[in-house]
């Protein structure tokens, strides 16, 4: 990834320190939030941000005294929805990192990520799965390499949205392997799934979380972990950089954001019940 988006990233999560320093001066502000529903909004079901919303949501709302409702969007849709939410900590957002690497990826991106949103907590950060379809005569990563390097064009990738970790964590390989393969782009990690299983597509680079209970079934096949070191998440199972790819490493990243100018007690409130919510043993 680019240094100018890996600074993008960081300054999101720096801006967290920041907020105490502004606390005194409004914490009565914060007093009377929650007093209605509140929205996660996130992209379509099924993959590892609606998963993530799903299990966060009910423990916030344990946590403030009021429901906490997941709205599935498409990705840029619920960005653009966020970005344009009364800044009152009614709408919030649950993204991955394609909230800052789609404006180097897109040009009908709306919004700006370091103005238009406030940082209210980091959630996940989970290895991806490099996953490809049975039918595909391959079973580790060296064999996928050599057998794609054969069919030039031939073979399909599926990946969320432009900027998803499923699309970062393909064009890494490719560059890094010199293969064509094709990508195929879809609303989310749901859909980009089950493309994968129905065979439409060859391989897939799915967040852990989305690739698990499809890797139970036998409807894939998982061949490495995209971290630097095995996961708990995938069992067993090697990292690409080890099985066949050195060096080569990617990783998702989930946040939860509110529009700019939403007040610090209420994002200070948000994040204290965001961090509880994480830490819960189940």
Known sequence: MA?????IANGFFKHLAGLALVLAAGTALGQSFPVKPVRIVTTVPGGSQDLTARLIAPKLGERLGQQFIVDNRGGILSMELVAKAPADGYTLLLASASLWTSQFLRDDVRWDALKDYAPVSMLVTSPN????HPSLPVKSVKELIAFAKTRPGALNYSSGQSG???HIAGELFKSMTGVNIV?????GQGPAMLSLITGETQISFPNAAAAS???KSGKIRALGVTAPKPSALAPGLPTVASAGLPGY???AVLGLFAPARTPAPIIEQLHAATVRALNVAD
Do not use: C, F, P, Q
Not at 3 to 7: H, L
Not at 183 to 187: D, F, G, P, Q
């Open 249 to 251: 490493e990617s990783k």
């Open 213 to 215: 209970a499809v890797m």
């Open 129 to 132: 799965i490099l996953v490809v």
């Open 183 to 187: 990508r195929v782009a879809y609303k």
């Open 164 to 166: 998803a970790s499923s």
């Open 3 to 7: 240094k100018g988006e890996w600074r």
